[in-house]
């Protein structure tokens, strides 16, 4: 099992940086596939993007591609999650998942443990 703690959240303008963090407490995070998803007021949660466990593979929803980054740094036991280009509509509660050695995937259903998110505000 892994406990998730998600940091790095925050207030920044629009076209502005932020990098979240979604640190193992407990656990080894290098043996799973993480993901973030990510949830606005008034919306249903949506993928964002996710890395395999061994780091090969990564996958971004289209509204993020070319904007944000998805990285892992094993001997940290941490993802990462640069955000770049920021816009107000990216605004929402950002949280990390964790499947056991599963394939990267968009499903939020696959993902068996969950932070308890971090929220980002983008003003215009």
């Known amino acids: 099992q892994v406990q998730l703690v998600e940091s790095g959240g925050g207030l920044v303008q629009a076209g502005g940086s932020l990098r979240l963090s979604c640190v193992a407490s407990r656990g080894i995070l290098s043996t799973y596939t993480t993901g973030w998803f990510r949830q606005a007021p008034g919306k249903e949660r949506e993928f964002v993007a996710s890395?395999?466990?061994?780091?090969?593979?990564?996958n971004y929803a289209d509204s993020v591609k070319g904007r944000f980054t998805i990285s892992r740094d094993n001997a940290k036991n941490t993802v990462f999650l640069q955000m770049n280009s920021l816009k107000p509509e990216d605004t929402a509660i950002y949280s990390c998942?964790?499947?056991?050695?599963?394939?990267?995937?968009?499903?939020?259903?696959?993902?068996?443990?969950w932070g308890q998110g971090s929220q980002v505000t983008v003003s215009s």
């Open positions: 890395i395999s466990w061994q780091g090969v593979n990564t």
């Open positions: 998942a964790a499947r056991k050695f599963g394939t990267s995937s968009q499903d939020s259903g696959l993902y068996s443990y």
